[in-house]
């Protein structure tokens, strides 16, 4: 592990953080959890990128029912793989929608 390093953090922010240590829990040890933390968040937007949603088209903007169907039908085949199995259907009940 390299050397411990110094950062400048103003006093109000220490005498803040000091209020909120848990019981053994030293200023360095809260800081590098808080720091491993911000570095999980900020890497994490990458990975889930493929996630988010496309933005919404400009009002206005319209769409054939059929395209729409079509790309909804799309999007399921990729997605379905990734959900969890269907349950199954008890006997002699009305058939699933």
Not at 21 to 37: D, H, I, M, N, P
Not at 50 to 73: C, K, M, N, S, Y
């Amino acid at each position: 592990m390299s050397e411990p390093q110094s950062f400048p953090v103003p006093g109000e922010l220490c005498a803040a953080v000091r209020q909120v240590l848990r019981e053994g829990e030293s200023l360095a040890a809260f800081v590098e959890a808080a720091v491993r933390q911000q570095l999980e968040r900020r890497r994490a937007p990458a990975a889930e990128s493929a996630l988010v949603p496309e933005p919404a088209p400009p009002a206005g903007r319209r769409h054939a029912a059929d395209e729409l169907l079509g790309q909804l039908d799309a999007w399921l085949r990729d997605v379905r793989p990734l959900a969890a199995p269907a349950p199954a259907a008890s006997a002699g009940g009305s058939p699933a929608r």
